[in-house]
T-cell receptor, first 115, second 113 residues
Framework: DTGVSQNPRHKITKRGQNVTFRCDPI?????LYWYRQTLGQGPEFLTY????????KSRLLSDRFSAERPKGSFSTLEIQRTEQGDSAMYLC?????????????FGQGTRLTVV | GQQVMQIPQYQHVQEGEDFTTYCNSS?????IQWYKQRPGGHPVFLIQ?????EVKKQKRLTFQFGEAKKNSSLHITATQTTDVGTYFC?????????????FGQGTTLQVKP
């Protein structure tokens, strides 16, 4: 399978715990994005990497959220001290830098439930 | 900040009827991309529109970009049950050179066989 892979697919955690999600993009894609999607809404941009550099971070993203992309390959998204409001689907997407606008390939997402 | 709005939120049609979803922005759109998300699935790219007034067709799907680049539409002719899902438009931020997407809320299509 050469698509975008996300792990785990589902995560249930207790409020206050830390969680980490992983995204493996399509191998030749140097752009990687994290989005969050809640029920009945479109995906909401969280952050963007070009290679290993995190170039943009949404102002909506609190300090409890951090993302990394070491060596410009896979990426991790960590949420510290989770809150019930963090419950959502976390989607990773990747694209190739051929032009400013190319299609994004999304992974299956990680569904987070904070109880 | 920029808002991308879609209407309607839901649409139920009989199989064979047509369907249209409309996308509007509070600001001029950079480029428009359309995605389809099946129930329980992830967004899948359908098409990108770049030029003012552009019209593109994919079989029964017709995509339009407004002359002022502030709106877009997706029209499906003679819907089939395989068209079920949520259709999202997204402003693709080429001007900021990041490719990040600002999505609308989506239109969920249900097709009755």
């Amino acid at each position: 399978d050469t698509g975008v892979s996300q792990n785990p697919r589902h995560k249930i955690t207790k409020r206050g715990q830390n969680v980490t999600f992983r995204c493996d993009p399509i191998s030749e894609h140097n752009r990687l994005y994290w989005y969050r999607q809640t029920l009945g809404q479109g995906p909401e941009f969280l952050t963007y990497f070009q290679n290993e550099a995190q170039l943009e971070k949404s102002r909506l993203l609190s300090d409890r959220f951090s993302a990394e992309r070491p060596k410009g390959s896979f990426s991790t998204l960590e949420i510290q001290r989770t809150e019930q409001g963090d419950s959502a689907m976390y989607l990773c997407a990747s694209s190739a830098y051929h032009s400013p606008n190319t299609e994004a390939f999304f992974g299956q997402g990680t569904r987070l439930t904070v109880v | 900040g920029q808002q991308v709005m879609q209407i309607p939120q839901y649409q139920h049609v009989q199989e064979g009827e047509d369907f249209t979803t409309y996308c509007n922005s509070s600001t001029t759109l950079s480029n428009i991309q359309w995605y389809k998300q099946r129930p329980g699935g992830h967004p899948v790219f359908l098409i990108q529109l770049v030029k003012s007034g552009e019209v593109k067709k994919q079989k029964r799907l017709t995509f339009q970009f407004g002359e002022a680049k502030k709106n877009s539409s997706l029209h499906i002719t003679a819907t089939q049950t395989t068209d079920v899902g949520t259709y999202f438009c997204a402003d693709a931020h080429g001007s900021s050179n990041t490719g990040k997407l600002i999505f609308g809320q989506g239109t969920t299509l249900q097709v009755k066989p």
